[in-house]
């Protein structure tokens, strides 16, 4: 059996990006009950778009940090496993860079299925990569449930435009997240700017959304409940509960 290196250590995320309802809970804590959680160490992200828009630099510049800037097109699907620790917990990441040429599309989408976060990349410089960004959202959500993705909108290449070409692809691109209810970022694979920050906040929403998800399913979220995050233990939260148990200790 192999054993895990530790997580490294600037892949810790000792804090959600809001105010969530988790830390609220951890800040309250009173007693608690405890509730073993199995299904939310994993989130799968797809991250799709246009022809060498940037999918796979950005991808590699996060997890390698490296840049190419010769273009290889990917075939079908690359794959990354990106590990975090959430609030002193085990969070993975498995990120799936697929392909944008036309002739591979139907390879790579047979592996959206199952996405828990979907990225939609475009190329600032790019405003027809901006225009098919639609598209790309719902060939994704065919394989998914609309209802339960965290979507993303990816501006790549922010270091080719200048402030002013910027600014009008800016305004398109919000008024587009807006639409379809996704966040925008705006980054560049060769500075890295943004890069880690984009990646984090992806791992803390998915991680939040996992979370509550798998209370939710465990049948103990109620006002007032309190989770509390068992650093010592790698599936174990707990739930207040007015009177104290003995699980946790
Ligand atoms: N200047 C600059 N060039 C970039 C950036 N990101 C990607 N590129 C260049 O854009 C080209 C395409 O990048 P890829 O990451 O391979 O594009 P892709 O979206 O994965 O393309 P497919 O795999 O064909 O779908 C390469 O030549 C990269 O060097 C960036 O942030 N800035
Ligand atoms: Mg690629």
Known sequence: ???????????VIAQLPQVSIIQYMLAVKQSFECVTLSGFKIAKVIVVGDLAVGKTCLINRFCKDAFDKNYKATIGVDFEM?????????????????????????????????????????DVNDVASLGHARQWLEDALKEND???????????????S????????EQDATKL????????????????ENV???????????????????????????????IKINSNSNSLYATSKKKQSNCCQ
């Not at 002193?88 to 047979?110: H, M, N, Y």
């Not at 803390?204 to 979370?211: G, M, Q």
Request: net charge neutral.
């Open 1 to 11: 059996m192999s054993v895990l290196p530790p997580v490294r250590r600037d892949r």
């Open 146 to 160: 609309p209802t339960n993705v965290q979507l993303f909108l990816v501006g790549t290449k922010k270091d080719l």
């Open 196 to 226: 880690k920050e984009f990646f984090f906040r992806v791992a803390s929403l998915a991680f939040e959304v996992n979370v509550l998800a798998e209370i939710e399913k465990s049948g103990s979220r109620h006002i007032g409940d309190v």
């Open 82 to 122: 990106e590990r975090f620790e959430v609030l002193g917990v085990p969070f993975s990441l498995q990120l799936w860079d697929t392909a944008g040429q036309e002739r591979f599309k139907c390879i790579a989408s047979t592996y959206y299925r199952g996405a828990q976060t979907i990225i939609i990349v475009f």
């Open 162 to 169: 200048s402030p002013a070409q910027y600014s009008q692809i």
């Open 177 to 192: 997240a807006e639409e379809i209810k996704a966040e925008y970022w705006a980054l560049s694979s060769l500075t890295g």
